[in-house]
């Protein structure tokens, strides 16, 4: 494909009309199995849904491409394309993530790796000289999230992943919250990009899976390849057309998704019953000046801390009316969620913090449900 803007890459990547039929909309195909000649062979590409099928290949090559990878993986999940990788930690290898980071991530880490002999050390990613000190005592992989779920922290993706070859180990970042609109971490160094597709490229909160977007071609990527193939995460053929699908709107959904949440969380700041904002787009943000630097705009996902603690943000969650108090993030609607609550006795997030996955509804509608649910707080 030429050189073409990211728009319209986002269009096109994957969606090639149909070369049997000649649609111009991607064809789905359900086949579990195709067929062989009789010698054993496949007289086309594919054998077995689990091994490959067309739509998935389809949609591997526009995340590929929208990504700026040599190759993709899909999967059934965020989490199992999480696993895919974490799987292949050594015993006696050790690997960095962030403290602030998605809860499912710091469960498979502290509840699955530590059997497997392989070391977990947390630590605040934005802080480069801690880093590099954890880096000084052995490194397989450094995972980075930016910006974190859910306080929004940003972490430097170019120089973590410098840190991470100058000890020979694997720098893969989470781009979830971004999505490769906004971030393209392999441009700035990482090896592996992460996502849960059910979140922005799916968009519409009906589809399950995820992915990886690998750097090089390499051994690698062929050894995970061949482990999803063997454990059997393969994301159905109906989901990878979906998410397709949503490849295709997702620039122009971002674009109001972030315009969106930047007058929200303008708004949020000047609201006596909200501590603090985290979102990168603010001037006051820790990481806003670096965020300049490596996103294209701050995107829809912000957190804030109520002055009222825990039981002002159980309070609030009940009284929003635009807002749903749900789980995710990326869809249209707008979601809103107690981290504490949800995430239980074992939470680390602060008590009084509400996560917020802004979505394309009107901004003063949002603002209005937000400033009445927050009232008394």
């Known amino acids: 494909m030429m050189n ?25 195909h359900l086949s579990t199995t195709f067929v062989h000649n009789p010698q054993g062979g496949q007289p086309g590409a594919f054998s077995y ?14 995340l590929a491409a929208l990504e700026g990878g040599t190759c993709a993986l899909a999967y059934a999940s965020g989490m199992a394309a999480i696993a895919a990788v974490l799987d292949h930690l050594q015993r006696g290898e050790r690997v960095v993530l962030p403290q602030d980071c998605y809860v499912g991530l710091r469960a498979f880490a502290s509840e699955v790796l530590p059997g497997r002999g392989v070391e977990v050390v947390a630590i605040d990613t934005t802080d480069l000289d801690a880093v590099r000190s954890a880096c000084t005592q052995g490194l397989a992989l450094l995972w980075v999230e930016s910006p974190s779920n859910p306080c929004l922290r940003v972490s430097d993706i170019a120089e973590l992943a410098r840190i991470a070859h100058a000890h020979g180990a694997l720098c893969v970042c989470d781009n979830t919250f971004a999505t490769p609109v906004l971030q393209r971490p392999l441009q700035l160094g990482a090896d592996i990009v992460m996502h849960s597709t059910t979140k922005y490229f799916g968009g519409h909160s009906d589809v399950l899976g995820g992915a990886l977007v690998f750097a090089r071609d390499d051994a ?5 390849r061949q482990r999803r193939l063997l454990s059997g995460a393969i994301l159905s053929p109906f989901s ?13 959904r971002m674009a109001l998704h972030c315009a969106n949440a930047r007058q929200l969380a303008t708004a949020l ?17 820790p990481g806003h000046a670096l965020a300049e630097r ?3 705009d701050f995107g829809a996902m912000l957190s804030i801390e109520l002055q009222g603690g825990y039981d002002a943000a159980a309070n609030a969650v009940r009284k929003v009316r635009v807002f749903t108090n749900a789980t995710s993030l990326g869809g249209c609607e707008s979601l809103i969620e107690h981290r504490a609550a949800a995430e239980g006795e074992h939470s680390q997030s602060p008590p009084g913090l509400l996560r917020l996955s802004v979505g394309l509804e009107d901004a003063g509608d949002l603002i209005a449900d937000l400033q009445q649910a927050l009232a008394g707080a």
């Open 240 to 252: 990878a057309w979906l998410t397709l699908r949503g490849c295709r709107s997702l620039p122009a």
């Open 49 to 62: 849904q689990r091994d490959d099928n067309p739509t998935q290949q389809r949609l591997e090559s526009a």
């Open 294 to 296: 490596q996103m294209r």
């Open 4 to 28: 073409l803007k990211f728009d319209t890459l986002a269009v096109h990547a994957g969606a090639e009309p149909d070369v049997a039929t000649g649609a111009v909309a991607p064809p789905i």
């Open 269 to 285: 700041a000047a609201t006596p019953a909200v501590a603090r904002v985290h979102y990168p787009g603010l001037a006051e943000h």
């Open 220 to 224: 690698r990527h062929a050894a995970i």
